[in-house]
Each structure stands twice: as C-alpha cells, then as structure tokens.
C-alpha cells in the first residue's frame, strides 16, 4: 500500500472540491479560522486573568 504519491492527493483534492464546491470550502475555512482565533483569545483572557489577579494579590 505504501504512501500516497502526489496524484493521488490531487485527485482526492479535485474529487472534494466538485463534491463541495469552492464557496463552501471557503466557508468551511473561514469558519475554522475564526474557531481557532476564538480559542487563542479565550487561551489569551485566562492569561491576562491569572496575571491580573498576581499583581492584585502582590499589592495587598
């Protein structure tokens, strides 16, 4: 079996893109995009959160 060579991924790409079309793949990509930027920002906000709180508790 092996590895797939590069024809093979080419027909796979051709055979999803005329199954789903290039709007909804673009979508499907947009939607991902902004999942991820949502979880770096959530990721982010604990972080700020936790270094608020050490300054907080340090002036007290």
């Known amino acids: ?8 991924w080419l ?3 051709l055979i ?6 290039t ?4 979508n ?5 995009g902004d999942a ?3 979880f770096k920002d959530a ?4 972080e700020k959160k936790n270094n608020d709180d050490e ?3 340090q002036k007290s």
């Open 1 to 8: 079996m092996g590895s797939f060579s590069i024809w093979h």
């Open 11 to 13: 027909v796979v790409l």
């Open 16 to 21: 999803v893109v005329m199954v789903f079309g």
């Open 23 to 26: 709007k909804k793949l673009k």
């Open 28 to 32: 499907i990509g947009k939607d991902a």
């Open 36 to 38: 991820v930027k949502g």
């Open 43 to 46: 990721l982010n906000g604990d």
């Open 55 to 57: 300054k907080t508790s």
